[in-house]
């Protein structure tokens, strides 16, 4: 068995099932063996691409995705998304392969270079007596860290003969660690004095699955319950549930976080666009919970820094406060239930749907799209301004269900992760919101969708413009028309690339699609006009 065949079969082994890649001269010959033994091959249009399907298919499904790219330019086009899976931590592979032994080769690269660079681990086979065993330590770090890993498998290697089997070892996952007895008490000392605290869960709170011992440590202290962004619609339908803490935050949630005297935060970073640069927090104790030390301190300042699992720790101070015979006050709490069940969602804004103009306001098209597509969906987001729309009014029944391709603060990802979680959730809707210049940027993925018929309905919010650069040009007294773009209208394109495609210039235009994404067998591209003069910017 030649070295390209044993790597085909350990990939197997480890239940990789699907790959996402570009073949080349460093990866063809064991993708092709790989696809043979029962492996799903699914080719990219680009090889930045192929990374942002496997983090979305990681971030979807919950397991690590695999991408494999050649050597040279392939490996640096994937850069601006393996960043991406870096700074969102997602636990994806990437399979390289050096260039062949020669010093002058023209596609020659420092690998170990660009993974650093990226952020990424690196790990090289030297040998192919080391083939399973490098594998296998590439993966354990992909799961142990929380952050992709390149593997090198030099070109020079695959047509070597492979030493004999050696079974792989499958990854274990991290201990669920508790703190010292002196941090956690002393964040339990704090929260006990506290008389109106919030609990804000984040992304980490998310994947230690800790949302009962949240909720119940909720009770306990009579706090409120809100989410990071990347947590959104997590507390959903709960009475005590304040949404997205920040800046997206709706009137009634704003107004409790200000009077809140105390914030738990758990698996939370507490960045800029959580905390207001800090304002959100000033005044109150904060108390941080992270699985990652190095998360302490870095945004803002903390009063009490608990080490630990968000489950274990939430676990933990909840049987504490039992023991110690806590009894909150609940007046505040009562009061935050009736503000929240009196808010009903799209109040605070102004409808600027211009009926004359054929131009839809984008909350009211998220509001409406939120009452149309099926509960059970999954929500990939690209970045820009239409975000700001979007996010607090397209909901998602579980915070898994929502994507967020923006880590690294790049436009244009959103296609291939979305990709990526369709092949993922074959069995649920992919919804993808993305502004006309991201889907631009990678329009050649809606190729891939079709290929490989998925489930996907790709919004594009369309202001003909790069809708951020827009408002700061306003606000900076620069013409904001120079930030205009005329592109090829998105449905025939759509169309000419084997999808289907429907323009929306009214909002009741979107109805058509409660039937029609009941059983999508291929992408659907949903172009929503809109006016780039409307600010949705706080």
């Known amino acids: 068995m030649k070295v390209y065949q044993r790597f085909a079969e350990a990939l197997l082994e480890h239940g990789f099932d699907t790959v996402f890649g570009l073949m080349g001269d460093a990866n063809m010959l064991y993708l092709c063996d790989y696809a043979e033994r029962g492996g799903r091959f699914v080719p990219a249009v680009h090889e930045g691409g192929a990374v942002g399907m496997a983090d979305g298919w990681s971030r979807a499904g919950g397991r690590v995705g695999v991408a494999s790219v050649t050597h040279g330019p392939a490996v640096t086009n994937t850069m601006t998304a393996l960043t991406e899976a870096v700074r969102s931590r997602s636990r994806v592979l990437l399979v390289t392969g050096d260039t062949p032994a020669e010093p002058t080769h023209f596609q020659r690269l420092d690998l170990a270079a660009v993974a650093a660079a990226a952020g990424a681990g690196y790990e090289r086979v030297g040998r192919p007596g080391d083939l399973v065993r490098m594998l296998d330590r ?42 010292p007895s002196d941090r956690l008490d002393a964040a339990l000392r704090l929260m006990s004095e506290a008389r109106r605290p919030v609990i804000l869960a984040g992304r980490g709170a998310v994947a230690a699955d800790a949302r009962d011992e949240l909720v119940a440590l909720g009770e306990k202290l009579a706090a409120p319950l809100a989410t990071t962004l990347l947590a959104k619609d997590w507390f959903r339908d709960h009475p005590s549930d304040l949404g997205v803490f920040g800046g997206l935050s709706h009137r009634a949630a704003a107004a409790v976080i200000d009077e809140a005297d105390c914030v738990v935060a758990f698996g939370a970073g507490l960045h800029a666009h959580t905390t207001g640069h800090g304002a959100l927090l000033k005044g109150k104790k904060v108390v941080q919970v992270d699985a990652d030390p190095g998360a ?46 009196d808010h009903r969602p799209g109040d605070g804004y102004q409808d600027r749907t211009d009926a004359a103009a054929g131009t ?55 296609l291939a992760g979305a990709v990526g979680a369709a092949v993922a959730r074959p069995d649920d809707l992919t919804v993808l919101v993305v502004g006309d210049g991201g889907f631009m940027m990678n329009v050649g993925e809606f190729t891939t969708a079709v290929r490989e018929r998925l489930p996907l309905l790709v919004v ?79």
């Open 360 to 414: 839809v306001d984008v909350r009211t098209a998220a509001l409406r799209l939120d009452r149309l597509l099926p509960r059970r969906r999954v929500l990939v987001s690209d970045i820009g301004r239409f975000a700001l729309g979007v996010w607090p009014h397209l909901r998602v029944a579980d915070a898994r269900d929502f994507l967020c391709m923006g880590g690294f603060g790049s436009i244009g990802l959103g």
């Open 138 to 179: 590439a993966v354990q770090r992909v799961v142990a860290e929380d952050r992709p890993v390149v593997l090198d498998l030099p070109f020079g290697l695959l047509r070597q003969e492979a030493d004999a089997p050696r079974s792989v070892a499958r990854p274990r996952p991290r201990a669920a660690a508790l703190p």
């Open 460 to 538: 594009v919010l369309n202001d003909g413009a790069y809708g951020a650069e827009h408002v700061k040009l306003a606000r900076l007294g620069v013409d904001p028309d120079r930030s205009l773009t005329a592109w090829p209208d998105p449905v025939p394109l759509a169309e000419a690339m084997g999808g289907r495609g429907l323009t929306v210039r009214r909002p009741e235009d979107l109805d058509v699609l409660r039937e029609r994404t009941r059983s999508l067998d291929g992408p659907l591209l949903v172009d929503v006009r809109l006016d780039p003069r409307v600010d949705v910017v706080p």
């Open 296 to 341: 302490f301190g870095w945004f803002t300042r903390v009063d009490e820094a608990v080490p630990g699992d968000a489950r274990a720790v939430a676990a933990a101070m909840g049987e504490a406060l039992w023991q110690s015979g806590h009894t909150p006050d609940e007046s505040w709490l009562a009061g935050v239930r009736l503000r929240l069940g």
